[in-house]
Structures are given as C-alpha cells and as structure tokens.
C-alpha cells in the first residue's frame, strides 16, 4: 500500500522562525510531490509542489526540499509568521494513477506564536 | 466563479439515518473527490469520478455511495449512518490538464456527527 508518513504532528515555533515539516514515501512510483496549506474552518489549499527531477523548490518564504534517494522531502517556513499558523499536508501523487489522485500525510498543526 | 461548493456545512444524524451531502464545481473540472479528515489522520479518499456517469472507489469506500450524472455535481450518500462516519467530509475537484499542478481545488467541508 502506498504511504506518506508526515512529521511532526504539531509544531510551536516563535514568530521569525524556521518551522520544518518532513514528509517520508515508502514507494518510488510517485511523480508529484504537493503541499497544503489548510485553516481552520476551511478545506485545504495548494501552497507549493515538486517534481522528484528538482532537488528545492522556493515560493517567497516556503521552500521545499526534496531528497530521492532518501525517498524524503520537507516544508521550510522561512520568517514564520502567526498568520502562518494552519494544518500543513503533504501529498503524492501515484505515477500510474493518473485522474489527478493524491495520497495525504497526516498532516502537522503549525502554530507560530507572536 | 463559486469553485466547489458543499452543504450542509454541519449535520447531525442518529445512528442508521441516511443522508446525502451534496457538492458541486463551476469550473468544468472533469475529476471530483470526496475526502473525509479525521484528526490526525490526514484526508482518506472515499470515492473519486472522472467525468460524468464515471464513478470509482477510494481508500475508504465502505458505508458511502455516489453518483456522477453531471460534470458540475457529485453527491455523497450515507446509507445506515454509524458513529464511525463521524468525520469531516470535503468534496474536490481537478481539471483534466494533462500536466502539472495536478491541483485540486477543495470546498469547505461538511462536518456529520452520528450519534
């Protein structure tokens, strides 16, 4: 069965902090790696993907690092802000599932503290 | 655009009532999903469509049913609710890009207690 183990499931970091979020994949036939961004009250969002050809991936303050032989990747929040403070998932995606099928971590529950 | 919407947003049952959450898209997405989220357990799929009258299971199919007959709606049934259905349930849906994001665009959950 294909897996994606998600760590830690909460994290407290202070504002201006890095919070990391890893994310570890038991099946090498994934060719898509997103992550969402979810608030309280309200169903998850795409915050930032990779591709396993691409070792980092940065969108402003969110960088994502990707290591295929480890068969892991990871979420920096670079500056953490309170505003920052939401359910971050990782997901991905089966390379012979096709129809846009995503396999969910567990999620982590960020709060950055002011 | 309204993207996908849901309703109810909260619901009650008694054990062995039946109910069906609706969900609809207005973006011509080929591809839906239904998730339910327990905490800390991620978002398990229950059932997904590709296309209109195109239907298949998930991870967690048991207990649910669906139907696909249009493009824009994708209707979840609980048939003999039971306390284990207690969960919060988001429908999603994807465009058939054929490349990357892959991204799926979630609406804003509904959340069932069964007791």
């Known amino acids: 069965q294909q897996q994606v183990k998600q760590s830690p499931q909460s994290l407290i970091v202070q504002k201006g902090g890095i919070s990391i979020i890893n994310c570890a994949y038991e099946n090498t036939a994934f060719d898509y790696f997103p992550w969402y961004q979810q608030f309280p009250g309200k169903g998850p969002a795409l915050l930032i993907a990779?591709?396993?050809?691409?070792s980092e991936k940065k969108e402003g303050r969110f960088t994502i690092s990707f290591n295929k032989s480890a068969k892991q990747f990871s979420l920096h929040i670079m500056d953490s802000q309170p505003g920052d403070s939401a359910t971050y998932f990782c997901a991905a995606r089966p390379f012979s599932g096709g129809y846009n099928k995503l396999i969910f971590g567990a999620g982590t529950r960020l709060a950055v503290h002011p | 655009n309204a993207g996908v919407t849901q309703t109810p947003k909260f619901r009650i049952l008694k054990i062995g009532q039946s109910m069906t959450l609706q969900c609809a898209q207005d973006?011509?997405?080929?591809?839906m999903y239904w998730y339910r989220q327990d905490p800390g357990m991620g978002l398990k799929l229950i059932y997904y469509s590709v296309g209109a009258g195109i239907t298949d299971k998930g991870e967690v199919p048991n207990g649910y049913n669906v139907s696909r007959s249009t493009t824009e709606d994708f209707p979840l049934r609980l048939e003999l609710a039971a306390p284990s259905q207690t969960s919060v349930y988001f429908c999603?849906?994807?465009?058939?890009?054929?490349?990357?994001?892959?991204?799926?665009?979630f609406g804003p959950g509904t959340r069932l207690t069964v007791t």
């Open positions: 999603a849906s994807s465009p058939n890009s054929g490349g990357p994001p892959y991204e799926q665009y």
């Open positions: 990779i591709r396993p050809d691409v």
């Open positions: 973006m011509n997405h080929n591809y």
